[in-house]
């Protein structure tokens, strides 16, 4: 036996004599001559004694384990009550016929039941009659794969309602490992689907906005461009209207003097006519005023040619164009509109070319313009450059202003969706923001910078076209 001095005793047991005192015990206590004379029954006795110590020590040791394990045991299990308890979470322990072996508080006071009224039921009872499938195969799963997460199921609630959870289902086993049940664990829904929803509404309502303000901008530019399309097809239309007037009035004349001449009229007096009816004028006049309506007719249709390519529908490729033409276009329609005195300096070479969506370079060049516009508001001379220069296989065209330059803290800004320093009803600081998505769609950049002399500059690389003849 090992000294066992050191071990802590159960109260109720006492330290057993020492095996070395056997001897003046047995003489002490007069039994020797009892099993017999001598030296052999007193040594008899002592073994039977060390014996008896052998045993009552080993059954001190015994009690002191279980009593140690009794101790963790009880530990385990307040344990065991107190997480039960406190947990928020509703939490069931089933059998392994799925039948109730353990509720928690949380689950008792979702469902108005007791423990023991619930204890032994069917698991699925604890639900509503609609998920009944749903929860034989939540236990079916978990029993094959060890594990179910995220199974929405509603429990009866006390008013028998159904009550929304989030549920996780998993196995467990005996100390043999065999299959022993499955303990669930629940999280009610409705809080968190609530928030989630009132989240969701709010976010598309936000995008709701957004698109609202999206399209206000795009409706905006669309009336720029209307504008100014209406502005140039007035030019030609008022041409053409105007030459066919002149032609109408020329053919009632022409058939005048036909007629006449039908009738036999002849001599001096169809000379006469002849010269009232200013024949000679109108046979000289006619060919320039065909020309003239032709050519009316012909810029109306080149017009209505730009405008299919710039009301810019999304899926538009990009294709190898000179840049000069749609410089002009975007600088006259803009400045057509504004009817101010600015000037517009272009320096782009002639047969430059690039390779982008025609109508995405014509609407950001509409916004840089506007904008340079706008940035010298007041000024009675305001001057707009643009030059183009091509660098490796880039084109970087430039939109230069003379009005106050870009601040500082909005150059950080500036291309960020509702950034605008303008009134409300003059800007929705879309222009840029557009713009800039516009440029990178089609493997362009759009960057910003002050003029070291003053007034901002906006830089737009595109990809160099194939195409280089005017
Ligand atoms: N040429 C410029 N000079 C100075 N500031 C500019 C210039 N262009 C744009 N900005 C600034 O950037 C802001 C955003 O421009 P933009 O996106 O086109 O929206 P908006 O023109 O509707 O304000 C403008 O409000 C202005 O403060
Ligand atoms: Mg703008």
Redesign the pocket.
Known sequence: MGNRSDRKRPPMLKQPARPEDSRSLVARAGVAGALGDGEAGEDAWIEVIQKMDAVYAELVENQVELEAKNAALEEAQALMASVFASMADVLAVCDRGNRIARVNRALEAVTGRHEASLSGEPFASLFATENAAAVDDMLARAREDGAVTDCELSLRDTAGAPSPFVMNCSARFDHKGRFAGVVVVGRPLGELRRAYKSLNAAHRELQEAQQHLIFSEKMAALGRLVAGVAHELNNPISFVFANMHALKKYGLRIRTYLEAMNDGVSGDALAALRKELKIDRILADIEPLLDGTLEGATRASEIVQDLRRFSANQTETPEDFELLRVVQTAANWVVKIARSRQDVAIHVPEGLSVHAPRGAIHQILV?LI???L??MDGDPHPLIEIDATEDGGFVALRVR?H?????PD?MQK?FEPF????PVG????????LSFGLAQDFGGRLA?ANHESG??V?TLSLPKGAWHGA
């Open positions: 916004n506007q904008n340079a706008d940035a202003d009005g106050p330059g870009i601040a909005g500036l950034f605008t320093t303008k003059k800007g929705l600081g879309l222009g840029l923001y910003a007034g901002a906006f």
